[in-house]
Antibody, heavy 116, light 108 residues
Framework: EVQLVESGGGLVKPGGSLRLSCAASGFTFSRYNMNWVRQAPGKGLEWVSSISLSSSYIYYADSVKGRFTISRDNAKNSLYLQMNSLRAEDTAVYYC?????????WGQGTLVTVSS | EIVMTQSPTTLSVSPGERATLSCRASQSVSTNLAWYQQKPGQAPRLLISGASTRATGIPARFNGSGSGTEFTLTISSLQSEDFALYYCQQYNNWPPLTFGGGTKVEIK
């Protein structure tokens, strides 16, 4: 069974940093592109970032470019999102998602709250 | 950036009735269109990919159609568990990957 488990969310002050992790199991992690998608409270889904199998291709939404860094460790079956210079508008549930064209598997999400 | 527009925002339907949800792309996405279902407090779940292919385990009452810029998700006979939020997403031309704003299917 495919499992994606996010962790690392929490309360952080504006300008602060946070590192999210996503632990993958039940599939060959190194064979899939992976993504982060977020959802602000009461709002829709927003794609954040994508990383290819071997980290050769990395993409970001304009809203996070220059502040967030996506990475992965295939040996550890893990995906990461380093978030710096956090803003109130980054408050959201952050999901990791496996990409197979569409996003065919999602984690349960981790809540990031940016507030003073 | 391809903008995805869903309509209506809210759809009120009685159990057992048909629900028809629309999704429009600002430019052609071929059939690289997915539909997701999201229930309160849960992650989205893939329903449909390739505009019309049901994902594993998705009941036959969910049907997707369309190509290019116009897409439809039809739920033929709404069950209680189908009342939820539905999002479309294009994966044809990215970055960025883009989602529609969602349609809430509520009990009439």
């Amino acid at each position: 069974e495919v499992q994606l488990v996010e962790s690392g969310g929490g309360l952080v002050k504006p300008g602060g940093s946070l590192r999210l992790s996503c632990a993958a199991s039940g599939f060959t992690f190194s064979r899939y592109n992976m993504n982060w998608v977020r959802q602000a409270p009461g709002k829709g889904l927003e794609w954040v970032s994508s990383i290819s199998l071997s980290s050769s291709y990395i993409y970001y939404a304009d809203s996070v470019k220059g502040r967030f860094t996506i990475s992965r460790d295939n040996a550890k079956n893990s995906l990461y999102l380093q978030m710096n210079s956090l803003r109130a508008e980054d408050t959201a549930v952050y999901y990791c998602a496996r990409e197979a064209g569409p996003f065919d598997s999602w984690g349960q999400g981790t809540l990031v709250t940016v507030s003073s | 950036e391809i903008v995805m527009t869903q309509s209506p925002t809210t759809l009120s339907v009685s159990p057992g009735e048909r629900a028809t949800l629309s999704c429009r792309a600002s430019q052609s996405v071929s059939t690289n269109l997915a539909w997701y279902q999201q229930k309160p407090g849960q992650a989205p779940r893939l329903l449909i990919s390739g505009a019309s292919t049901r994902a594993t385990g998705i009941p036959a009452r969910f049907n997707g159609s369309g190509s290019g810029t116009e897409f439809t998700l039809t739920i033929s006979s709404l069950q209680s568990e189908d009342f939820a939020l539905y999002y479309c997403q294009q994966y044809n031309n990215w970055p960025p990957l883009t989602f529609g704003g969602g349609t809430k299917v509520e009990i009439k």
